[in-house]
């Protein structure tokens, strides 16, 4: 990743955040591959905006609507990693790369029907099958 | 647009040489919504690359390499517009504004899984009905 944005902030401190409740300016520094200082601004950033508060001896964890914030970011990142998964545009690597440069891009109030089409595929995989089989390049 | 990139303009290029084969840096310079004078310098970058020649009193025209990316941008562009179109994530305008934004994440070569979806779905609407009839957040 080149430099994060805030959404990418965000949605690792989901990640780190998701199971224990709070997390550490060093483990998002590592995350994310950028310095400790980088991190801590980023951090101080977010708690000026009301979507992170500091835990004394523990860090830091996310207010109710950080919270909100992140867990949409990080089920946009998961829904169009899916997607392109289906759609089996390259490596699990080259998908992951191509989620990290477009997601931004998606309103994520506006994912809706791409988590729909996911689901459908994952609930129909004989209804995806017949475009794998039928939808090749001699159609 | 914000600042376009050289796909941008090499697809904004495609466009406007398609018809007759040459074009005017105004006329570039009025589709990206760009001043003349950064049109004129990309233009020039773009000839010092080998993609685009000049043509005397008619403004430049594509090299063959040039025209073989210009064309494969383009495609690129409008098979990530038919597909979101299809999925409905907006407006006419909202594609447009996402395409523009994902479009260069995409690696031009590994485009087929895609343009197979897109053709396979305008080849059996009742495939894609299906989905969008039994798809929805429901199910
Ligand atoms: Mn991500
Ligand atoms: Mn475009």
Redesign the interface.
């Given at each position: 990743m080149s430099t994060p944005s805030q959404e990418d902030y965000l949605e690792a401190i989901w990640v780190l955040t998701d199971q224990k409740g709070y997390a550490r300016v060093t483990d998002l520094a590592e995350r994310l591959a950028i310095s400790p200082a980088s991190a801590s601004k980023m951090v101080r950033r977010l708690h000026e905006a009301g979507l992170l508060t500091y835990e004394r001896y523990r860090g830091f964890a996310f207010t109710p609507e950080g919270k909100r914030q992140g867990r949409l970011l990080y089920a946009r990142h998961q829904i169009l990693e899916r997607f392109l998964t289906h759609?089996?545009?390259?490596t699990a690597e080259?998908v992951h790369?191509?989620v990290e440069?477009?997601e931004?891009?998606?309103?994520v109030l506006?994912?809706?029907?791409?988590e729909?089409?996911v689901?459908?595929i994952d609930?129909?995989p004989e209804?995806w099958n017949?475009?794998l089989k039928?939808?090749?390049?001699e159609?």
């Open positions: 759609l089996a545009i390259g080259d790369r191509v440069g477009i931004h891009h998606f309103d506006r994912l809706n029907q791409i729909h089409l689901h459908y609930a129909h209804w017949q475009f039928d939808g090749g390049p159609e």
